[in-house]
């Protein structure tokens, strides 16, 4: 009887373990998705619907039997030891039966166990709607698949880890839509040291136009004086009809309007600047009204979908990048000294 008494206990508790190993899960697409599928037409996504809202009624027949099982446990733990015995068998197997389900072979028995009998427990909770109403546990609308996003991070996350789903093209596009309204002007512009310009007595004479081509560029500060002085700008594609018998300074040929942003700006109100006032450059100033930058709209698309635009008149793919090696040596004596 002894011997009969401590089999049962332990087969129990066995059925313990492997109970509270079991983990249910929910399918990898959200109910939304699901839903989406199934509405046209995937049968398979119907099948996998209708398993996603019994899931709480399975963990609700789960927490039930290891309950009852954790229960029949200590009641056999003292019938087979005694007292004294038993209630230290039972307090161990209460604390630490959880932590042995959670050892990996526990868990792979388990696992291989419920899914061999899923469609038989499903078929159950279907039969017995009312049985499952007095033991749910689980709300029906609490299904983890059907989240909600907690912040823009998690959105990056999600899509980042898309794969199969969307392009590496797709997920660059998405990335650099959701970060560029936090993106200042300071972070794309053309700094000023890489700013080639053109004093306005210069005369576009057929060299001058030659050597202006060369640097690259469809358009050109015009200053006077110096860089923080910039009174117009000089489209080089419009210099294409003009008459080079008869010089003209750059004074003359340059559109006057200049327009002007603060390097705090964000790129969300330059684009909305571009497209309102309808131009290509932007003179960048900081605080003082001293220029620090240029920015044209190439730079703000390139930074909404994530890829460079490099065209006929571009000499480099980043300025920027060019700007960090000093082509120009500015401030580079011979006997310099940083401090």
């Not at 571009?274 to 001293?290: G, K, M, P, S, Y």
Request: net charge neutral; proline share 3%; glycine share 4%.
């Amino acid at each position: 009887m002894y011997i009969f008494l401590i089999t049962i206990t332990v087969l129990v508790f066995f059925l313990l373990l492997i109970l509270t190993a079991m983990q249910p899960s929910n399918s990898k697409l959200s109910v939304f998705e699901l839903k989406r599928r199934a509405t046209l037409g995937d049968k398979s996504a119907e099948v996998v619907l209708t398993r996603e809202s019994l899931l709480g009624d399975v963990v609700s027949l789960q927490r039930v039997l290891t309950a009852l099982m954790l229960v029949i446990v200590v009641l056999l733990s003292v019938v087979t030891f005694g007292w004294l015995i038993g209630i230290f068998v039972a307090l161990f197997v209460a604390l630490e039966y959880g932590s042995i389900a959670r050892l990996k072979i526990i868990k792979s028995l388990s696992h291989k166990i419920y899914l061999k009998l899923e469609p038989y427990i499903f078929n159950f909770v279907q039969k017995a709607p009312f049985l499952f109403k007095l033991l749910r546990s689980v709300p029906l609308d609490n299904n983890s698949s059907d989240w909600q996003l907690g912040s823009r991070i998690e959105l990056e996350h999600l899509v980042n880890n898309s794969n199969g789903i969307l392009t590496t093209d797709e997920k660059k596009l998405i990335i650099h839509s959701l970060e560029f309204s936090d993106q200042l002007v300071s972070t794309i512009m053309t700094p000023r040291s890489m700013i080639n310009s053109i004093k306005d007595s210069e005369f576009l004479g057929p060299l001058t136009l030659d050597d202006m081509h060369k640097l690259g560029h469809s358009r050109l500060p015009v200053i006077k004086g110096d860089i923080d002085h910039i009174i117009g700008i000089l489209n080089l594609r419009s210099l294409l009809a003009l008459d080079i018998k008869r010089s003209a300074t750059a004074e003359k040929a340059m559109d006057p309007k200049v327009y002007y942003i603060r390097e705090d700006q964000t790129l969300h109100h330059a684009l909305v600047a571009f497209l309102r006032t309808r131009h290509h450059l932007f003179i960048v100033v900081n605080e003082f009204r001293e220029t620090v930058g240029l920015l044209c709209l190439e730079d703000v698309i390139e930074a909404l979908l994530g890829r460079k635009i490099v065209d006929e008149f571009d000499a480099y793919d980043d300025l920027r990048a060019v700007a960090l090696h000093n082509p120009h040596a500015n401030n580079h004596p011979e006997k310099r000294e940083d401090v």
